[in-house]
T-cell receptor, first 113, second 113 residues
Framework: GAVVSQHPSRVICKSGTSVKIECRSL??????MFWYRQFPKKSLMLMAT?????????EQGVEKDKFLINHASLTLSTLTVTSAHPEDSSFYIC?????????FGSGTRLTVV | DQQVKQNSPSLSVQEGRISILNCDYT??????FLWYKKYPAEGPTFLIS?????DKNEDGRFTVFLNKSAKHLSLHIVPSQPGDSAVYFC????????????FGTGTRLQVFP
């Protein structure tokens, strides 16, 4: 139980375009969703915390206008990378809180060319 | 400001021996700690956790030790198996399953035959 389905698993896009990443909680209601990014051989850095029905809380240094987070329902949270540039290429992972801890999506490898 | 650190970026251990992965933190408000195993391009896999009211938690081959006064925790894997080869992250939160997780920098464990 407590599965978070994240799509797409990998995406390649051109500079200047926008990319949407979806995370769906399949068998539970995700009141809170966390979004992380991981650069190669680096740690998972928290980008923002989203709560259903309210604005996301962004970590210091994360551009909220560039990384748009929407958590409109208890089963879906989305991260949109707007006007993507090569430096946005990274591995993005969502995570939801569950009764016994945390559950993670399988991640999205974004490559901006 | 890296609140959770893993000072050893890599560790190599022979199969059957003990693997000890270390983690240090600076935020005294952290009261819940977790260890995750991660492969490239995948989400983290939960291994074991410990609350700050305990100093040891054991689950099969995995044992986590917490030294609050030293702000230090460690993960022991015994006996180590080749399938344990992966990157290991420690993570901490202020409040169990309601607050964001802060991840350490990761340790790449290689278990050789």
């Amino acid at each position: 139980g407590a599965v978070v389905s994240q799509h797409p698993s990998r995406v390649i896009c051109k500079s200047g375009t926008s990319v949407k990443i979806e995370c769906r909680s399949l068998d539970f209601q995700a009141t809170t969703m966390f979004w992380y990014r991981q650069f190669p051989k680096k740690s998972l850095m928290l980008m923002a915390t989203s709560n259903e029905g309210s604005k996301a809380t962004y970590e210091q240094g994360v551009e909220k206008d560039k990384f748009l987070i929407n958590h409109a329902s208890l089963t879906l949270s989305t991260l949109t990378v707007t006007s993507a540039h090569p430096e946005d290429s990274s591995f993005y992972i969502c995570s939801a809180t569950i009764s016994y801890g945390y559950t993670f999506g399988s991640g999205t490898r974004l490559t901006v060319v | 400001d890296q609140q959770v650190k893993q000072n050893s970026p890599s560790l190599s251990v022979q199969e059957g021996r003990i693997s000890i992965l270390n983690c240090d933190y600076t935020n005294s408000m952290f009261d819940y700690f977790l260890w995750y195993k991660k492969y490239p391009a995948e989400g983290p896999t939960f291994l074991i956790s410990i609350s700050s009211i305990k100093d040891k938690n054991e689950d099969g081959r995995f044992t986590v030790f917490l030294n609050k006064s030293a702000k230090h925790l460690s993960l022991h894997i015994v006996p180590s198996q080749p399938g344990d080869s992966a990157v290991y992250f420690c993570a901490a939160s202020v409040s169990h399953n309601t607050d964001k997780l802060i991840f350490g920098t990761g340790t790449r464990l290689q278990v050789f035959p």
